[in-house]
C-alpha cells in the first residue's frame, strides 16, 4: 500500500494567493489569513486574536493602508485601550503617545468607537 504524503512548499510559486484580513468579533480584534495555491493544491488558513503577525500585517496594510491616529491627550486615544490592543511595553507606549501609531482601519475603528459606521451594539 503506497502512502500518500501531502507536500507543502514553502517557497511561494507565481499561483500562490495570500489573503489576509482584520475584523471585529464582540469587540476584540480578530485576524484571519489564508493561502491557496492551485499550481500545488495547497490550501490553508489561519487566524487569531489581537494584533496580527508582522507577516500578515504587511498584507493587510498592503491592501488598506494605515491610519495615523493620535494618542493620548483631549484629542487623542486612551493610552489604555492602545497599550491593551497592540501589547505595548512603557516605551513603546511612551513613542506611541509622542509619534501617534499607524493602525489598520479596522484597529482604528475598534480603537475609536464612534467615529466609524454606527450600527447596533
Ligand atoms: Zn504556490
Known amino acids: 500500500m ?24 464582540d ?12 499550481a ?14 508582522p507577516w500578515v500585517r504587511e498584507r493587510i496594510v498592503a491592501g488598506q493602508g494605515t491610519v495615523r491616529l493620535a494618542v493620548g491627550g483631549p484629542d487623542g486615544l486612551p493610552l489604555k485601550a492602545v497599550r491593551e490592543l497592540y501589547g505595548l511595553t512603557l516605551p513603546e507606549l511612551i513613542a506611541a503617545r509622542e509619534h501617534g501609531i499607524e493602525a489598520t482601519p479596522v484597529e482604528a475603528e475598534l480603537l475609536s468607537p464612534g467615529s466609524g459606521p454606527a450600527g447596533p451594539g
Open 40 to 53: 500545488y493544491g495547497v490550501q490553508a488558513c489561519g487566524g487569531g486574536w489581537g494584533p496580527p503577525p
Open 2 to 25: 503506497a502512502e500518500q504524503f501531502a507536500t507543502l512548499h514553502c517557497e511561494p510559486c507565481e499561483d500562490c494567493r495570500f489573503e489576509a484580513w482584520q475584523r471585529i468579533v
Open 27 to 38: 469587540g476584540r480584534l480578530r485576524w484571519e489569513e489564508s493561502h491557496h495555491c492551485p
